[in-house]
């Protein structure tokens, strides 16, 4: 039986973790039924799709590592097709990351420290203002960044060597899933070496499982053919990519540079984490925790910059280390003072963590369900889910569909909804660099899909050549609520059943 002590640590251990997933659900909460919008869209049509045959890169064109296919996948095998599902499974693995996160926060933290840092890590990272519930790539990732320092730690702190194989695992498919995870080598790599005892038998190997687990992740695509597209898109793609936004970044000057320096979704949230660390310096004790927080900060902000688009979720990285700074700092006033550390941790909590919370639920109760995102209101996606019935309708099983649409606009979600293969390997066109409507119009052109989405906002005439030889016709017509339309053309008459989604054409 667990002695008193050991007891009342379990408890209290218990407590911090449930807080702080109590926090992350109410935080996430209003929008596990947002519309889905563009990433998660393609990454699940690709997980999809992939089981009828199409594979990633070769059959159909992106550019992240080959884990996020292979992951998405599985979620497309395990889940019904809703997008609320999808949410909700990713919610769930998000509260073991928040148990996590708060382990690692109690190794080196006293009580009000790790209520600090759990709190703060469970509230911001499921804020809208990193995009924090939607399951794109990087709020997936959070997920093995937190893991991957938390297990390196613990074999730091003299645990068994299997922490160091599972934390070299991990980086692996993170480095699968985006290679600028790689910029979490060195520190891990770092955490690992200061280990009292074995830090070379740890590094090896961790350095081992990492290289059999990342050829692992590329396995599957070799072997369906994809390896040479795959190669193209990371090496000369993606390099192509980031620079040509490089070029438009410069074409502003030293002040598109500042401003792009200076970019951050929640500044007081990233102040307060900064300047509670430098407090944390000051007591010799927590350095050791304030230096892994800073160098981790580090890290995640240097990820956050690579693609030199700055997208919210892109800093979500940044939340933990962030958190762990601010746990550390109210440590070391509650060293100072025994009723300063619960009071700065419930400042900290309330005056800034909070608000993030809040903001989610201020937009969900203003924003209509199906014409919002993270927060945002986005209204060409509210006739999506009526667009993909209709679709459905007027299609068959193994049919091919193309959704025409805007850059950043989504509408892909139809092909996963419907369950309908991309009638061309480039589902956004528009956000290629360069764009290559001309290119998947002649394509579609020449072989002309069973149907045809136009999402509002979409080009005006690009898919005219598709449209006239399928001998297609607007068969719905979806107002999406600000005076624009989805139409969905097809060549089959619409089913009367599904007359109520659709307006007269």
């Known amino acids: 039986m667990l002695r008193l002590a050991d007891r009342a640590r379990?408890?209290?251990?218990?407590s911090v973790a449930l807080a702080g997933c109590l926090a992350a659900?109410?935080?996430?909460?209003?929008?596990?039924w947002d519309a889905s919008l563009f990433d998660v869209d393609v990454y699940l049509t690709i997980g999809q799709q992939w089981w009828n045959g199409a594979v990633p890169y070769r059959d159909l064109f992106d550019q992240k590592g080959p884990f996020l296919y292979e992951w998405f996948a599985l979620l497309s095998a395990a889940l019904?097709?809703?997008i609320p599902a999808v949410r909700i499974a990713f919610a769930?693995?998000?509260l073991g990351s928040v148990v996590q996160m708060s382990a690692l926060a109690r190794r080196h933290l006293d009580g009000p420290g790790t209520w600090c840092a759990t709190l703060a890590y469970a509230i911001a990272a499921s804020s809208v203002a990193f995009e924090g519930p939607d399951p794109n790539a990087d709020?997936?990732?959070l997920i093995g960044l937190v893991a991957s320092v938390d297990l390196a730690d613990r074999r730091r702190c003299g645990g068994s060597l299997a922490w160091a194989a599972a934390a070299g695992g991990v980086l692996a498919l993170l480095v699968a899933i985006k290679p600028h995870h790689a910029v979490m080598l060195p520190f891990v790599a770092l955490l690992l070496a200061l280990g009292a005892e074995g830090r070379v038998r740890a590094l090896v190997l961790a350095g081992g499982t990492f290289a059999a687990v990342l050829i692992a992740t590329v396995v599957p695509i070799a072997l369906g053919g994809g390896l040479g597209e795959m190669r193209f898109i990371m090496t000369t793609y993606n390099p192509e990519f980031i620079r040509v936004a490089v070029d438009e970044l410069t074409a502003g000057g030293a002040r598109a540079g500042i401003d792009w320096l200076m970019t951050y979704p929640a500044t007081a949230y990233a102040l307060v984490g900064v300047a509670l660390g430098l407090v944390a310096f000051s007591d010799r004790r927590l350095r050791p925790v304030a230096w892994l927080g800073l160098a981790w900060l580090l890290a995640a902000w240097i990820f956050a910059l690579a693609g030199v688009r700055l997208y919210p979720h892109y800093f979500i990285a940044t939340v933990p280390p962030l958190a762990l700074l601010a746990g550390a700092g109210v440590s070391a006033l509650a060293r100072r003072s025994a009723a300063a550390g619960p009071v700065v941790a419930a400042v900290v909590v309330a005056a800034v963590c909070v608000p993030l919370a809040v903001d989610g639920w201020r937009s969900a109760l203003e924003i209509p369900v199906a014409q919002r995102w993270m927060g945002r209101h986005v209204p060409a996606l509210s006739p999506v889910a009526d667009a993909a019935r209709i679709v459905g309708g007027v299609?068959?099983?193994g049919d091919r569909i193309y959704v025409h649409t805007?850059?950043?606009?989504g509408g892909q979600t139809i092909y996963w909804l419907t369950g309908r293969r991309p009638a061309d390997r480039l589902t956004f066109p528009g956000d290629m660099v360069p764009p290559r409507y001309d290119e998947v119009a002649a394509r579609l052109a020449a072989d002309p899909p069973a149907a045809i989405v136009t999402m509002p906002g979409a080009p005006q005439g690009g898919l005219d050549g598709a449209?006239?030889?399928g001998r297609m016709k607007v068969v719905a017509r979806l107002a999406d609520g600000v005076g624009r339309e989805l139409l969905v053309w097809s060549s089959r008459p619409l089913p009367e059943w599904l007359t109520a989604h659709a307006q007269a054409p």
């Open 10 to 14: 379990f408890t209290g251990a218990a």
């Open 25 to 32: 659900i109410l935080t996430r909460a209003p929008h596990l």
């Open 80 to 82: 019904p097709n809703t």
């Open 92 to 94: 769930v693995a998000f």
């Open 139 to 141: 709020q997936w990732a």
């Open 395 to 397: 299609t068959a099983p």
């Open 406 to 409: 805007a850059p950043l606009y």
């Open 467 to 469: 449209i006239a030889k």
